[in-house]
Each structure stands twice: as C-alpha cells, then as structure tokens.
C-alpha cells in the first residue's frame, strides 16, 4: 500500500517540472532570419584607413611641386626620377634609362597643349631632345609608353579620392627611412580599369607623396621638394617623329658581303 501511494506521488510529480520547460520552449521567439545577401560591416579601422587616405590624396590634388625621388626597380637598379607638378594643373615626370631596353631617358608631360613624350640626350640616343604628342592634355597614356611611375602623382590620385573604387584600404609600415603615413591599397574587383598600381602609398599630412611601392618598384622622396612654377616646359620642341617605348630597339641582319 505504501508502495504505491510513494510511486504515485514521484508519477504526479512528473508533470510539474516538464510542463514549464514545454511552455517556455513554445513560447519562446524564434530567431530573425538573416537576410540573403547580407554580410558583416567592414571594421571601423578598415573604413577609417578609406577615409583617411583619400583625405590624404584630396590634399596630393592641390599640392604643386618639384621633387626627385629614388625609384628602385624589381631588379634592384636605382635612379632620380624628376617630378614637376605646376600651379596650373600641368606636370612633368621624367625617368633615365626607361626606353629602348633601358637605353634612353623620357620624359612625360601634360601641358595645356597635349600630352607629351620626350626623348631625351642619353647613352642609346645622342641626338637632341624631341618630343612627340601622345593625345589631349586628359587622355591615357598609350600603354606602350606607359612608364607608371607618374600615375601616383597624377589620375591615381582620382581614384583614391573615389569612394565608389572598389578598393580596399588598410594601415601599412612605412618603409625605412620614410616619414608620413602609409596605407595598403588592394583591388577587390578583377575588372580594374583604373590607372592605379595596387601597393603601398605613403603621404604627408600636406600631401606630399613620400613613397609607392608597386610594381614598376619603390619610389622615395630624396630630400625635400621646392616650390612649384606656374607651369610645366617641354624638354624640347615638338617633332612628328614616332614615340619609344620600352622595347630593345630591333638590330636587322647585317649585309652580306659580295
């Protein structure tokens, strides 16, 4: 009799434990589901690094200069690299050793007049400066003559300050010896079309580019830069000759003696 007054007490019991654990399960809210599509936000560090380095490159657009800078190749040559950014929007960049398999100086630059390319006096070509018009003062440089070095200091610039650029930007080491801030600029689109060399781009707060690594090589401001003029020269007058490019130049076979 004990027995089964004992066991139908633990069998009543059962009903006031499971029953609030079945109530809260079934009251419970399910959770939201998450939309397609959606993602995480970006970090905050990621979006203030975008922030900071177009500012920067809003500030490379109105700073006007002469500077050289050491431009390192991915072969480990060195050279003074000219740069000229004038009052007027004009500049000029001009790089030793660029054309005809390193055997001749260029210079680019892009005046109220036109683009240009000019060839300079050097070891593979003695004769005096001439120039060459590429296209309009705005247009692209040919990609044959495309030297890239002075991207960094001219249409890069546009699409640094582009927040739509699919680019992705995030704090970077300056190199040694370089002051400034740097940042790692990343395509995240494979159908880039802009002319920006992913890499590493270092400013001043004014503006003033202090280093790019990309991969034409590393550039350095060397010392400090001067004041700009009020507009760009030529380095020689314009001719209706053929621009170079970086090609060696072709050696046809030598005549055959009678």
């Known amino acids: 009799m004990h027995a089964h007054l004992r066991t139908a007490r633990r069998l009543t019991g059962v009903p006031a ?4 654990a079945l109530l809260a399960a079934c009251t419970a809210s399910p959770p939201e589901p998450v939309p397609p599509g959606a993602t995480d936000p970006a970090p905050a560090e ?3 690094a975008r922030d900071e380095l ?14 050289t800078y050491t431009l390192t190749g991915p072969d480990g040559s060195a050279r003074t690299v000219s740069v000229t950014s004038a009052n007027d929007g004009t500049w000029r960049v001009d790089v030793p050793g660029w054309g005809l398999g390193g ?5 680019l630059a892009a005046t109220a007049e036109g683009l240009f390319q000019c060839a300079l006096p050097s070891a593979g070509r003695p004769e005096p400066t001439s120039c ?5 003062p705005d247009d692209a440089v040919p ?17 640094l300050t582009d927040r739509r650029a699919p680019l992705a930007v995030s ?19 494979a159908s880039l079309n802009a002319p920006l060399d992913v890499g590493i781009y270092c400013y001043r707060p004014d503006g003033t580019p202090t280093a790019v690594h990309a991969a034409f090589g590393t550039l350095k401001l060397a010392g400090e830069p001067g004041p700009a003029p009020a507009t760009v020269r030529l380095a020689g007058p314009v001719t209706e000759g053929e621009p170079i490019g970086t090609d060696s130049p072709t050696v046809g076979p030598s005549p055959e003696t009678p």
């Not at 055997?103 to 210079?107: C, E, F, G, I, L």
């Open 54 to 67: 177009a500012a920067l490159a809003a500030a490379a657009q109105d700073r006007h200069l002469t500077a």
């Open 132 to 136: 060459v018009r590429l296209g309009e």
């Open 46 to 48: 990621v979006d203030a």
């Open 171 to 189: 704090p970077a080491t300056p190199p040694a010896g370089i002051s400034g801030q740097c940042y790692s600029v990343e395509s995240t689109s």
């Open 103 to 107: 055997t001749v100086d260029v210079s």
């Open 17 to 20: 434990i499971v029953l609030p």
């Open 143 to 159: 990609r044959k003559q495309d030297i890239r070095v002075q991207h960094p200091f001219t249409d890069s610039l546009e699409v």
